[in-house]
């Protein structure tokens, strides 16, 4: 327990200029007696007796005290809880709540990368519903995101060889979780499951190129997202379809 002495002096603007004392104060800030001659602005000098106050103050682990008001704020003065740099949580898979504005205020470089991982989401699990698939039409379509997203992965390769961006070769975690899911599925329920996660997958594509669209820092990136964003769409439409007939 640390003891700190409060010195209170009545007065306006008062200043003190010299100091006649009995004691030293010591270095670690304790308690002392002391006889002091203060000399206020303005006002004939006076002795004033300074009487020792010792108050117990509870230093807490942080080494802040309770009592005195802190500020949660960092040091910017902006609320780092409510600050608008808060981190986006991911959850475990695309099939989880996922921040879509942040998806659409993707830079560039990063929106390449995301695309390039999502081409090799819906070339993989397309080519697990060729195998699995239970129905004809979803087959059909696992075949069709095969083709379809082999060309998108080409077409986006010449885009970063221009802006020296290296596309990821292995999926990001997101859409690994999706695939990692859907290789426990079999039958009817691989069905569903499958056509659910182009559902999801397809929502997030067209955000991300929807924005870059319109937004794109390079030309090469707008043109990209402009030229792919029809087949999006087509894929959606059809998503849609099948889902609602194997659900």
């Known amino acids: 327990m640390k003891k700190i002495m409060y010195y209170f002096v009545a007065g306006t603007m008062v200043m003190a200029t010299a100091c006649n004392s009995t004691d030293t104060a010591t270095s670690d800030g304790t308690a002392m007696e002391s006889s002091e001659t203060v000399t206020a602005a303005g006002s004939a000098t006076e002795s004033v007796q300074i009487t020792d106050t010792e108050e117990d103050v509870t230093i ?48 560039d470089p990063t929106f390449m990368m995301t695309a390039a991982s999502s081409n090799l989401l819906e070339i993989e699990l397309g080519k697990m519903a060729a195998q ?35 596309l990821p070769e292995t999926m990001m975690p997101m859409h690994q979780a999706m695939v990692d899911k859907l290789k426990a599925k079999s039958g009817a329920e691989f069905d569903e499951a499958y056509m659910d996660a182009m559902e999801t997958a397809h929502k997030m594509d067209i955000a991300m190129f929807e924005a870059k669209s319109n937004n794109a820092s390079a ?10 964003l029809p087949t999006l769409r087509d894929h959606q439409k059809k998503a849609d379809a099948i889902e609602s007939k194997v659900d």
């Open 219 to 228: 030309p090469a990136v707008k043109n990209f997202a402009e030229k792919t």
């Open 132 to 166: 699995k698939a239970t129905s004809p039409k979803v087959k059909e379509f696992g075949n069709m995101m095969v083709s379809h997203h082999t060309t998108a992965t080409k077409n986006l390769k010449n885009v970063a060889s221009q802006m020296s961006v290296t």
């Open 60 to 107: 807490t682990d942080d080494g802040t005290d309770p009592d005195v008001p802190t500020n949660t704020g960092d040091a910017t003065g902006i609320n780092t809880a409510t600050g608008s740099n808060a981190s986006m949580g991911t959850g475990t898979g695309m099939d989880e709540t996922v921040d879509m504005a942040a998806m659409m205020n993707l830079d």
